[in-house]
T-cell receptor, first 112, second 114 residues
């Protein structure tokens, strides 16, 4: 089955700087890659996703890039703010597959 | 924000007890899931039901028994609770249609076994 790895496990950034989280996946058939944000004590919530037919997607201060050849995808957060502090999970799956393979999560800490 | 709901939100109980957690979704999705999140934050899939049929059954002790009375509900019953069952349990739902795979999570049930 699909195996997703996330790096680094913890990331501390100064407010206003950028944060980048990288994930690699093992199954070349995977074609859907969501990112979830989980604030302390809350549920994981989808913040952005990307499908394999595009290489990049942006939504305000967050963006995701996908390199299918290298089988990795990354989350980019620009102009970080304290409310960006959370655990971020990447995941991968194929269309029609009801199993999302999650990474182990990255703790992002934005230092004011 | 109440698209996927769970009850109870908190559950504190003694070892050996039996407890149930309920989940409901009003998104019209056909697939529902149970995840366990331990103190290390890893999201571990436990079960998945599609149209009331069990399709994912991970290596979970048989003290855990899911039940799906209809597409909108997925409950989790746990027998003979153990200390290691303490975790946050998340329900999720999705529509596995081939173009929309996003899973939406419930608020979680924080289970503490004493």
């Amino acid at each position: 089955g699909e195996n997703v790895e996330q790096h680094p496990s913890t990331l501390s950034v100064q407010e206003g700087d950028s944060a980048v989280i990288k994930c690699t996946y093992s199954d070349s058939a995977s074609n859907y890659f969501p990112w979830y944000k989980q604030e302390l004590g809350k549920r994981p919530q989808l913040i952005i996703d990307i499908r394999s037919n595009v290489g990049e997607k942006k939504d305000q201060r967050i963006a995701v890039t996908l390199n299918k050849t290298a089988k990795h995808f990354s989350l980019h957060i620009t102009e970080t703010q304290p409310e960006d502090s959370a655990v971020y999970f990447c995941a991968a799956t194929t269309y029609g597959n009801n199993r999302l393979a999650f990474g182990k999560g990255n703790q992002v800490v934005v230092i004011p | 924000d109440t698209a996927v709901s769970q009850t109870p939100k908190y559950l504190v109980t003694q070892m050996g007890n039996d407890k149930s957690i309920k989940c409901e979704q009003n998104l019209g999705h056909d697939t529902m899931y149970w995840y366990k999140q331990d103190s290390k934050k890893f999201l571990k899939i436990m079960f998945s039901y599609n149209n009331k049929e069990l399709i994912i059954n991970e290596t979970v002790p048989n003290r855990f028994s899911p039940k799906s009375p209809d597409k909108a509900h997925l409950n989790l019953h746990i027998n003979s609770l153990e200390l290691g069952d303490s975790a946050v349990y998340f329900c999720a739902s999705s529509h596995v249609s081939g173009s929309e795979e996003t899973q939406y999570f419930g608020p979680g049930t924080r289970l503490l076994v004493l």
